[in-house]
C-alpha cells in the first residue's frame, strides 16, 4: 500500500459504542495531509505502523483497527474509535500506552493533546472505582447539604509533627472537616510520615474526632515507591485514622490502582501534583478531564480540580465540566468529591458557591494559616464565611463575626 493510514479513515462508518472507546484528539499537523496524519494517529496507537509489513493479516486487522470517525479541520479535532478489544481490562498505563503513547512523538504532528475520552459500560465497570463517593465521606463526617471545609498545613514543609498536630487541631476545633498534608510533605527528617501519623492520630482520638457520622479526616500523604505506598497505607489503616493521600500523576495510576485494589478501607484523596505539565497548554499533552475519568476509574474519592477564583490556572467552564463528570451517574461507579484548593481564602467563598456548588471540598491553605490572628482564628473565618452565605447574608454585612472581617481586611483591600 502506497499510503496506509489512509485505510484507518472510516468517516461516515457507524461506530458501535458499546464496543469500543473513542477519543478526541486536538491535532496539528507539519509536511503532510490532515487525514493522512489522522490516520496515522490511528494506526500508531492500534495496530498499525508506518509501512506494510508482511506478518499483518487481514482478518485481524479487521477486528482490531483503530478508525478515525470524525475529522475537523477547522478547530483541528479528530475522533478515533478503537475496538475494546485493543485493551485490558482494568489497565489504565496500557490505556495510556496505546492512546497517549508514541503518537505524541510522531514527526508529522506538530502539536497534539487528548481532549476526552469515552468509555463504554463494560471497561468502565471493570474498575472498582471509589470505595466511598461522595455519600460515604459525607457519612462519615455526618456532613451534609453543604461544602466540607479543608485546610493545608503551612508551612509546606519544615514544621514537626508535634506542630503539624497542634496545627490540625486548631483548624477542626474551629470548623474545619478536612486537613491534609501538602503535595511535597511525605517523610521527612523534620516530620517523618509514622511519626506524623501517631501524634495525629493520638490527639484526633483524644478529641472523639475519629467517631464516624461525625468524624474529622486527616488526609496522610502516603505518596512514595509502591512497596512504602503500601506500608504507609497499611499503618494508616492500623492506626484507626480514615484517609490516605496520593499524588496521583508522581506515583503513576499503577501505584494508585495497586493501592486501591488493597481494599484498605480508607479515603483516598488525590492530589493532582505536575498535572499542569500535561493539561495547562492549549495544544499538546492530557486534558484535565481524561485525567479526572482515569482517576474515577482507578477509585479515588475526592480529587483536586481547580478553583476558578484562586492562584492556579483552571478556567471556569473546564473546572466546571470536569465537576459535573465526578458528580453524576457513571455505569453504577461511585462519585468523586471535587476540591478545589491553591490560593483560596474565606473572601472566596461567595463566588466558589456561586460556581461550583455545594457537593464540594473547599481547602484553605495560607487563607487559613495567614490569618493575622492565627491558624485557629482563619479556621474560623472560614466557617463564618460558609455560614454567613449559606444564610443569604453578604460577607461584608456580617459585622460581628470579627474573625471573618480580619480575614476580608487582609486579603480584599
Not at 108 to 136: H, M, T
Not at 234 to 255: E, H, K, P, W
Not at 336 to 352: F, M, Y
Amino acid at each position: 500500500m502506497s499510503n496506509p493510514y489512509t485505510t484507518y479513515l472510516a468517516l461516515k462508518e457507524n461506530i458501535d459504542k458499546m464496543s469500543h472507546i473513542f477519543a478526541t484528539f486536538s491535532m496539528k499537523v507539519a509536511g503532510e495531509p490532515y487525514n493522512k496524519t489522522a490516520g496515522g494517529i490511528a494506526a500508531e496507537s492500534s495496530v498499525g505502523t508506518w509501512t506494510d509489513v508482511k506478518t499483518e493479516q487481514k482478518p485481524i486487522w479487521d477486528k482490531l483497527h483503530a478508525k478515525v470517525t470524525n475529522i475537523n479541520e477547522t478547530n483541528g479535532e479528530i475522533t478515533i474509535a478503537y475496538p475494546l478489544d485493543l485493551f485490558e481490562p482494568g489497565n489504565i498505563p496500557q490505556l495510556l500506552s496505546s492512546i497517549a503513547g508514541n503518537i505524541f512523538g510522531l514527526k508529522e504532528v506538530s502539536a497534539l493533546k487528548l481532549l476526552n475520552i469515552e468509555f463504554p459500560e463494560k471497561y468502565v465497570r471493570s474498575f472498582p472505582g471509589p470505595a466511598l463517593g461522595i455519600e460515604g465521606i459525607r457519612n462519615i463526617t455526618g456532613i451534609y447539604n453543604q461544602p466540607l471545609l479543608g485546610s493545608i498545613i503551612k508551612p509546606k514543609i519544615g514544621m514537626s509533627s508535634d506542630m503539624h498536630a497542634q496545627a490540625a487541631m486548631e483548624v477542626w476545633d474551629n470548623g474545619v472537616t478536612l486537613v491534609k498534608d501538602d503535595e511535597n510533605l511525605t517523610s521527612m527528617v523534620c516530620n517523618t510520615f509514622y511519626d506524623r501519623v501517631d501524634k495525629v492520630t493520638a490527639h484526633m482520638k483524644q478529641k472523639g474526632y475519629l467517631s464516624r457520622n461525625h468524624a474529622k479526616i486527616h488526609a496522610f500523604n502516603i505518596t512514595a515507591s509502591y512497596e512504602e505506598m503500601s506500608k504507609r497505607a497499611t499503618y494508616v489503616r492500623d492506626a484507626q485514622a480514615n484517609c490516605i493521600m496520593i499524588d496521583i500523576l508522581t506515583a503513576g495510576f499503577s501505584a494508585l490502582q495497586g493501592i486501591r485494589n488493597r481494599n484498605f478501607g480508607l479515603m483516598i484523596h488525590a492530589h493532582r501534583a505536575m498535572h499542569a505539565a500535561l493539561t495547562r497548554s492549549t495544544q499538546y499533552g492530557i486534558s484535565m478531564l481524561v485525567i479526572a475519568k482515569l482517576a474515577r476509574l482507578a477509585g479515588v474519592d475526592s480529587l483536586h480540580t481547580g478553583t476558578v477564583v484562586g492562584k492556579m490556572d483552571g478556567g471556569k467552564e473546564e473546572v466546571i465540566t470536569v465537576n459535573a463528570f465526578l458528580q453524576s451517574d457513571w455505569y453504577g461507579l461511585k462519585t468523586v468529591l471535587p476540591t478545589a484548593s491553591g490560593g483560596l481564602h474565606p473572601g472566596h467563598i461567595p463566588d466558589l458557591i456561586k460556581i461550583l456548588g455545594h457537593d464540594m471540598l473547599y481547602n484553605f491553605g495560607g487563607g487559613i494559616h495567614g490569618h493575622p490572628q492565627g491558624s485557629a482564628a482563619g479556621a474560623c473565618a472560614a466557617a463564618q464565611a460558609l455560614d454567613t452565605v449559606l444564610h443569604g447574608i453578604s460577607l461584608t454585612q456580617a459585622t460581628d463575626k470579627t474573625e471573618l472581617q480580619q480575614a476580608l481586611k487582609k486579603w480584599r483591600q
